[in-house]
């Protein structure tokens, strides 16, 4: 009588392989031009980072800064350029849960998982991405503003800060709709579930217009908003009006360094949450 003796089971391509930082960022760079090829041939993906933001800074500060008076004086344009800034970057960052959970549900997720790559790398590929779909972003609201006659009144180092911190708060959003991506089982859910989330986080905050007229319990909601904060910061790097400047709330009188704490707390919060539910969803 014979005996089979069982082959043993190959181990995951990641258990058996150690991942080097030259290994990494080569991987991380290959996914980034993946995800640009699958834009270059669907350029209305840009769509949310191009058009969007010329029609939103157009439309908000013809329409609705007909009405708006600042208090002390000072062009709305100037006030809004920052806001619109703010606004285009928060909504934008849902791309990130689009893309991941289309990437889930069409299988190609699953294609990566047979490969020897480091895991997390989809995820921060995705996040890198959309960094640098926001400067496209930055660079459309930037340049409508000036077209317009916005001009910021300050060193060219000022905005340089001014910018980076916005694109550090894009970054840090984008682990946020990361979850929203991993949690949602098609992408037009995980858009909706985004919209849920950062269309208030954008509204209820001093972006479009100032929160001292308010009603308390709002203005307290938008005064500790980490939107509020990062737009006050770029506002008072571009020496553009700052009505939040005069709040007592503790974000508005250090904005800057509110804006930061807050991209920092974002990142460190749900970076590894992202990560943690990819590897629970790509896990058998």
């Known amino acids: 009588m014979s005996t089979a003796t069982a082959a043993p ?41 191009t058009i969007q933001p010329v029609l939103f800074t157009l439309l908000f500060v013809y329409v609705l800064g007909a009405g708006v008076v600042l208090a002390g004086g000072g062009s709305y344009k100037d006030f ?115 919209l849920v989330v950062l269309f208030p986080l954008a509204i209820v905050s001093n972006a479009l217009v100032p929160t001292a007229h308010m009603p308390a319990v709002l203005r307290a909601i938008a005064d500790w908003n980490p939107v509020s904060a990062v737009t006050a910061a770029c506002r008072h790097l571009f020496g553009n009006p700052n009505p939040s400047a005069s709040i007592h709330a503790w974000p508005m009188q250090h904005p800057v360094l509110a804006a930061l704490l807050w991209s920092v707390a974002l990142v460190a919060i749900f970076a590894p949450l992202a990560t943690l539910l990819y590897r629970r969803r790509t896990t058998d």
């Open 80 to 194: 809004a350029i920052p806001g619109l800034l703010a606004l285009n970057l928060t909504t934008s960052a849902i791309g990130t849960a689009v893309g991941l959970s289309t990437d889930l549900r069409s299988g190609v997720i699953d294609r990566f998982r047979t490969l020897p790559m480091w895991r997390p790398v989809v995820l921060v590929a995705r996040s890198l991405t959309d960094v640098l779909t926001a400067i496209i972003c930055t660079a459309f609201v930037i340049g409508t503003g000036l077209v317009i006659g916005w001009r910021p009144d300050s060193t060219a180092g000022d905005v340089i800060a001014g910018v980076a911190i916005f694109l550090f708060f894009n970054y840090a959003l984008s682990w946020v709709c990361a979850c929203i991506g991993m949690v949602s089982d098609d992408p037009e859910t995980a858009q909706g579930l985004g």
């Open 9 to 49: 089971l190959s181990p995951a391509p990641d258990a058996t392989r150690s991942f080097g930082l030259v290994q990494k960022l080569r991987e991380v760079v290959v996914l980034t031009g993946r995800n640009f090829v699958h834009i270059a041939r669907e350029p209305l993906q840009l769509s949310d980072v």
